[in-house]
């Protein structure tokens, strides 16, 4: 059965920082990974997802992801943070490419300071 | 604005009941999703429909059921409802499927309370 961790709850950065918010999957097969954003009282944005092909991806807002099939992971990035991107971060892995046992990571609350 | 609607925005009813949750896609997206966001579940995938028919099946319980009619409008039905089942329920369309490489948008949810 697919998994998903986001091994941490919370994550502070400073504003003009890079932020990284951590994911890491358990699949048999090959992974189709996905991050999705949920700001303060507002639904969810879908940011990007990892089908096959390049390792980095590139998604909304400046946000991009790095699949790493060795170590399992599929970590979030942006260069510079903003406090804009407060918000809290959802990490989903699918089994295939039509969402079979599709599973998401219990969110990661980013919070960017000024 | 996503272009994705749900309604309604709040229903509140008692253990039991039935409810029906209406999305409807953005002009142009043959596939819709359902997803259940509750305090003790997190976040779940319930089920996806492309153009009238099921393609991928989540954690949806047999108490539901969705479908997805001509017009590419969905409904989400809640049957015997139960106060576990208070949720955020919301949709999203898409173009095509997971497998495809464009955006999902998102509606804005209906909040589901349960007495």
């Known amino acids: 059965a697919q998994s998903v961790a986001q091994p941490e709850d919370q994550v502070n950065v400073a504003e003009g920082n890079p932020l990284t918010v951590k994911c890491t999957y358990s699949?048999?097969?090959?992974?189709?990974l996905f991050w999705y954003v949920q700001y303060p009282n507002r639904g969810l944005q879908f940011l990007l997802k990892?089908?096959?092909?390049?390792?980095l991806v590139k998604g909304s807002y400046g946000f991009e992801a790095e699949f790493n099939k060795s170590q399992t992971s599929f970590h979030l990035k942006k260069p510079s943070a903003l406090v804009s991107d407060s918000a809290l971060y959802f990490c989903a892995v699918s089994g295939n490419n039509y969402g079979q046992n599709f599973v998401f990571g219990p969110g990661t609350r980013l919070s960017v300071l000024p | 604005d996503s272009g994705v609607t749900q309604t309604p925005k709040h229903l509140i009813t008692a253990t039991g009941q039935r409810v029906t949750l209406r999305c409807s896609p953005r002009s142009g997206d043959l596939s819709v999703y359902w997803y259940q966001q509750s305090l003790d579940q997190g976040l779940q995938f319930l089920i996806q429909y492309y153009n009238g028919e099921e393609r991928a099946k989540g954690n949806i319980l047999e108490r539901f059921s969705a479908q997805q009619f001509p017009d590419l409008h969905s409904e989400l039905n809640l049957s015997s409802l139960e106060l576990g089942d208070s949720a955020l329920y919301f949709c999203?369309?898409?173009?095509?499927?997971?497998?495809?490489?464009?955006?999902?948008?998102f509606g804005p949810g209906t909040r589901l309370l349960v007495l």
């Open positions: 999203a369309s898409s173009v095509q499927g997971y497998e495809g490489r464009e955006t999902q948008y």
């Open positions: 699949v048999s097969g090959n992974p189709y």
């Open positions: 990892y089908i096959t092909g390049d390792n």
